[in-house]
Nanobody
Framework: QVQLVESGGGSVQPGGSLRLSCAAS?????????????MGWFRQAPGKEREFVAA????????YYSDSVKGRFTISRDIAKNTVYLQMNSLKPEDTAVYYC?????????????????WGQGTQVTVSS
């Protein structure tokens, strides 16, 4: 079992930056096995479906981004700390949403939320002037 806890959300003006963190823990999680998890970030705005934002493959080999955040957001992972980050720059009002961290063990990197096994509770990001 894996538990995910997000932090780092808040309110920021357009053009600002935030860094989200997702700390993973669990009885079966070890430094070695953390490498085996695909880690992803999703977001959900009011009245909208949960959408893919970014993901990093097993062993941190490859990163993936939605077109709407490519070039502005960066996903990274610190295996030693069992933590995944989402650096968000040049934030826009349309980035306002609850951001969720997700994980699964897979050789591929899915973009559908339904394919992820583990979820955090979410952290609110609000971009407004």
């Amino acid at each position: 079992q894996v538990q995910l806890v997000e932090s780092g959300g808040g309110s920021v003006q357009p053009g600002g930056s935030l860094r989200l963190s997702c700390a993973a823990s669990g009885r079966t999680l070890s430094t070695l096995s953390m490498n085996s998890y695909v880690m992803g970030w999703f977001r959900q705005a009011p009245g909208k479906e949960r959408e893919f934002v970014a993901a990093v493959s097993r062993f941190g080999v490859t990163t993936y981004y939605s077109d709407s955040v490519k070039g502005r957001f960066t996903i990274s992972r610190d295996i030693a700390k069992n933590t995944v980050y989402l650096q968000m720059n040049s934030l826009k009002p349309e980035d306002t949403a609850v951001y969720y961290c997700a994980a699964l063990i897979s050789g591929s990197v899915p973009r559908r939320a339904s394919e992820y096994n583990y979820w955090g509770q979410g952290t609110q990001v609000t971009v407004s002037s």
